[in-house]
């Protein structure tokens, strides 16, 4: 479980005052809201990115180690000059994961391009490579800013599809989009930032 208590963040302005929320292990999270309402500065913030003015951010497996969970921002966080096996051989390795990348570079048709420089690879080719990277990472915790980003309807349905299927078997996942629509039908929770609250709505 993923458990926040009494959290408060600001940066220019304040983003959440004494939050109190738990993230349940084998459940899809949906967190719903617009540009510069402070999703990304939360993900950012339960990372370890930025700090929190107050409260506490508890991952209670593995002994709160930073590999109990993964979060890769977006793909402006490639080096494009590397290429994406390099990517999830380094990933792998770090994680400790026993994933196989032959695998996972069949699963998303990689193979034409994982070895070429990323500076060539079109935005869906790098999105879909960022999704490899949490596959490959086999971490119990997954925080997904706007993970669908640049994929087409068909990676869509395969992206979700592999997302309940990590749920089911107990891992957390927690992703937001400006769009409930787009999440509506996996998310088991929808939450959206509110009243610098994080607010559970209808799903």
């Known amino acids: 479980m993923l458990s926040i208590r009494n959290l408060e963040i600001k940066t220019r302005k304040v983003i959440l005052d004494n939050v109190t929320i738990d993230f349940h292990e084998g459940n899809l999270y949906g967190i719903v809201a617009v540009n510069g309402s402070g999703k990304t500065t939360f993900f950012r913030t339960i990372v370890g990115i930025l700090p929190y003015n107050a409260g506490s951010i508890t991952f209670s497996s593995d002994n709160n180690k930073a590999t109990s969970f993964f979060y890769w921002e977006s793909s402006e966080w490639f080096d494009p000059n590397l290429t994406g096996l390099d990517y999830l051989n380094f990933i792998k390795k770090e994680w400790s994961s026993t994933i196989s990348t032959s695998d996972i570079i069949k699963k998303w ?25 949490y596959m490959i ?12 980003n640049g994929l087409d309807e068909d990676s869509r349905k395969i992206l979700f599809k592999i997302l309940k299927e990590y749920a089911i078997k107990g891992k957390t996942i927690i992703l937001s989009s400006h769009y409930k629509e787009d999440i509506d039908n996996y ?13 559970m709505i209808d799903s």
């Open 109 to 133: 048709n990689m193979a034409e391009y994982v070895k070429l420089p990323i500076k060539k690879y079109s935005l869906g080719m790098k999105q879909r490579l960022l999704i490899s990277l």
């Open 137 to 148: 990472s086999d971490s119990d915790y997954l925080i997904m800013d706007e993970i669908s």
């Open 187 to 199: 998310c088991d929770y929808i939450l959206t930032i509110k009243n610098n609250n994080l607010e």
